[in-house]
């Protein structure tokens, strides 16, 4: 068996599951909350199965940026999405990331 080898895998595998459990969200001091969502057509699925993201409002520097919804494949059965949203806490905002329930 290779030690090294072993080894390499344990460590990325330590990493990636120690960075899905960060949390989810982002926080940002801003003093202004980000603008109204952006109601749009979705459009057809590309496939059975897929299940549209909404898109979220995302603070590039000092601006807010509009991100487009996407159409997503859940990783497994029975899994729904959750979207991403902006959390008042305090004076600040936080941004929680969506993901799969």
Same mark, same amino acid.
């Given at each position: 068996m290779n030690w090294r080898r !072993?080894?390499?895998c344990g460590l990325l595998a330590g990493t990636s599951l120690a960075a899905a459990c960060g949390g989810? /969200? !982002? @926080? /940002? $001091?801003?003093?202004a909350p980000p603008p109204p969502r952006v109601v749009g057509a979705a459009g057809f699925a590309p496939g059975p199965g897929y299940v549209w993201m909404d898109g979220f409002w995302?603070? $590039?520097g000092r601006n807010? !940026?509009?991100v487009?919804? $996407?159409?997503?494949? =859940? =990783?497994?059965g029975r899994t729904v999405w959750v979207p991403e949203r902006w959390e008042r806490h305090? @004076?600040?905002w936080r941004h929680v990331r969506g993901y799969w329930r």
């Open positions: !072993v080894t390499i989810g /969200y !982002v @926080e /940002y $001091r801003v003093a995302d603070l $590039r807010w !940026v509009w487009d919804g $996407r159409w997503g494949h =859940p =990783p497994r305090g @004076e600040h």
